[in-house]
Structures are given as C-alpha cells and as structure tokens.
T-cell receptor, first 112, second 114 residues
Framework: QKEVEQNSGPLSVPEGAIASLNCTYSDRGSQSFFWYRQYSGKSPELIMFIYSNGDKEDGRFTAQLNKASQYVSLLIRDSQPSDSATYLCAVNYRAGAQKLVFGQGTRLTINP | KAGVTQTPRYLIKTRGQQVTLSCSPISGHRSVSWYQQTPGQGLQFLFEYFSETQRNKGNFPGRFSGRQFSNSRSEMNVSTLELGDSALYLC?????????????FGPGTRLTVL
C-alpha cells in the first residue's frame, strides 16, 4: 500500500513568518511530487511540483525533496492570511500513469 | 485557456439510484483522472483514462465505472448508490499520462446520497 503521510495540523503561523509543511512517502520508486492548496469548499489548486532532489523556488514558495529520506516539504515565506488553507502533498508512483496518491492534508492558519 | 469543467456541480440522490458525472478537460489535454474526496478518507484515486481506454483503476467497487470519449471528455457512473458514496468527485486533466505531467483539477461535483 503506497502511503503519503502529512501532519494534519492545524498548523498556526503568525503573519509574515515562514510556514513549514512536511510530507513523507513510503515507496522509494516515487517519481514526482506535488503540493496542492485547497480552500474550504474548493478544489485543489497546484502550488508546486518537484522531481529532483534539492530545492525548487517559486516566489514565496520553496519545495524541498530528499529522496534518500523519502521526504518532501513546502516552505511558505512571508506568510499571508490568504495562505490559510489545507495543503495536500501528492505523489505519483507509477511511470506512464496519472495516479496521484494524496496525504491527508495539513490545515494551515495564518494569524494576522 | 478554459480550465477543467465538471457538471453538474451539485447532485442529490437517494440510495439505490445511479448517477452520471461529466468532465471536460483543458483544451489539448488527453488524460483524465477521477478522484473521490471525503472527510474521512481524503482524496482517493478512482480511475484514469487516456485515448478512450481505462489505464488504471483505484480500489473501488465495480459500481464505480467510467469512460472517455474521442474528444477526451469523460464521464463516471456510480450505480446502486450508497450513503457512503456522498463525496466531492474531482476530475483532473493532464496533457498525457506521463508521471511528470501535472494534473489540474476541476471544481468538482458534490454528490449527496440520502
């Protein structure tokens, strides 16, 4: 059973601080990793994707991947109240497929 | 470019009925995947279609089925509805079913089974 684990939170961070979201996965053959943001009552919205070990930055967001430790994280710098949402980590294990396995999500609250 | 569209957005059905949900992918996208989201189980993969063929299927009973048309639009069907089928059903599209391709989600269909 392929598993993706996230801390369900809630994670509370003051405005302007760095929010750190973590995710671990069980299968070493995992090939692509995605972070989605989901506001209450809405569908998931892609934030970042990462395929290679190391860091990938996009604006205030940085995704970090460590395949040896089977760990992927998302950092949000200068957190804003609008960043308050559930963040979903998703992993695609299978070559030639579009079959994402999702973690349960981390609920993030940014306090003004 | 228009995003993924799903119809209807909301549905209320009773136990034992069947339901058909529709998904139109982003223009040019040929791979469509379906997911079920519930508070207890989170987001779970249902099935994936490409070139009118089901390529992968999740761990759901045979009451859940789907198909894809030549224009890449997809439908999913749930027969003999159960209370536990109440969920948000999400469709996601990507260009082709490569592991590095990004899936973009539609707004979802909220199904309530009474």
């Amino acid at each position: 059973q392929k598993e993706v684990e996230q801390n369900s939170g809630p994670l509370s961070v003051p405005e302007g601080a760095i929010a750190s979201l973590n995710c671990t996965y069980s299968d070493r053959g995992s090939q692509s990793f995605f972070w989605y943001r989901q506001y209450s009552g809405k569908s998931p919205e892609l934030i970042m994707f990462i395929y290679s070990n190391g860091d990938k930055e996009d604006g205030r967001f940085t995704a970090q991947l460590n395949k040896a430790s089977q760990y992927v994280s998302l950092l949000i710098r200068d957190s804003q109240p609008s960043d308050s949402a559930t963040y979903l980590c998703a992993v695609n294990y299978r070559a030639g497929a579009q079959k994402l396995v999702f973690g349960q999500g981390t609920r993030l609250t940014i306090n003004p | 470019k228009a995003g993924v569209t799903q119809t209807p957005r909301y549905l209320i059905k009773t136990r034992g009925q069947q339901v058909t949900l529709s998904c139109s992918p982003i223009s040019g996208h040929r791979s469509v995947s379906w997911y079920q989201q519930t508070p207890g189980q989170g987001l779970q993969f249902l099935f994936e279609y490409f070139s009118e063929t089901q390529r992968n299927k999740g761990n759901f009973p045979g009451r859940f089925s789907g198909r894809q048309f030549s224009n890449s639009r997809s439908e999913m069907n749930v027969s003999t509805l159960e209370l536990g089928d109440s969920a948000l059903y999400l469709c996601a599209s990507s260009l082709v079913p490569r592991v590095y391709d990004t899936q973009y989600f539609g707004p979802g269909t909220r199904l309530t089974v009474l």
